[in-house]
């Protein structure tokens, strides 16, 4: 297959089989039949988001308003970066998924990628309701496009904005393939500095309306994350030339330049300066989280010696863990999955 095939729309004269279904070059009907599905994981995915649904505005931000006029400068300088680069990446997710969609032959599959782009939206629109109650609408405004005026955060957004153009430009197996591993990324290794500077203010016993919501969001990202590395493994098998040894060199040294911009990033906006949180610490929890990603799919580590998660770094799984609906990644299910929306809260 050397042409990405746009799926059809109405295609009376589509496969109904299930053993003819494709992740990518199908001939798909695009009937929402959930009783025949090829992908198992699917089903035990489609049940989680839906019983991860939660509503912004249910937090009580009243505490974050007080508290946000009292943050060290330091802490209010990395709320907003931190705030506004993850604004952008939810902001460009919600835009992009419906692209990679498109190319999609898996119905069943296709239908994960729709609630994840709700979901998406939830996580810009939750930021928007952050920034609303706690400033004024010029500051508000001033996060949201600070990259008009912050060369770093610029340069992170123009990183992925540019791998997903590429994929506006070329439609070719090889270019799904990486726009996939950039969604892996996003979903795995980019959000978490500032999961890490949240969970911090958490720790301090600061802005617990915003760490809350950042909860919540960080419990979205898990599926999203499922989702991405189950559409990649289902790839490898149904089209192990886009996993040549030379193409997976190419996916690990991807997650490595994500995890070098990565920890950059938390240098710029996290430093020394904070309370509780260093430079090292975020290098080895970000090397360790490339590492994690990378067995993910099968692929060898990236930083030799990072394998297990910085015992300085355990309160971070503590804070995204308090839940009781887990999701373990390797087995690609979901180990509980009780008729739940909300967080547990056991901190
Ligand atoms: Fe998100
Ligand atoms: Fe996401």
Known sequence: MSELVKKPLFNPEGDI????RKMIGGNTTNLNDFNHMKYNWVSDWYRQAMNNFWVPEEINLSVDIKDYKMLPAAERRAYDKILSFLIFLDSIQTAN??????YI???????????QTFQEAVHSQSYSYMLD???????????LYQWKEDRHLLERNEFIGNLYNAFQEEKSPEMLACTLIANYILEGIYFYSGFMFFYNLGRNRRMPGSVQEIRYINRDENTHLWLFRSILMELKKEEPWLFTAEKTEKYRSMIREGCEQEIRWGHYVIGDD????????????IQYLGNLRCRGLELEPVY???EKEPESMSWVSQFSNANMIKTDFFEARSTAYAKSSALVDDL
């Open 304 to 306: 030799e010696g990072h």
């Open 274 to 285: 904070i309370q509780g949180l260093n430079r090292e610490m975020i290098t080895d929890y």
């Open 105 to 115: 032959t898996a119905n069943e599959v296709n239908l994960c990628l729709s609630i």
């Open 133 to 143: 109650t706690i400033c004024e609408p010029q500051e508000r405004n001033a996060v």
């Open 97 to 102: 998924l419906p692209n990679i969609g498109e």
């Open 17 to 20: 089989e299930v053993t003819k």
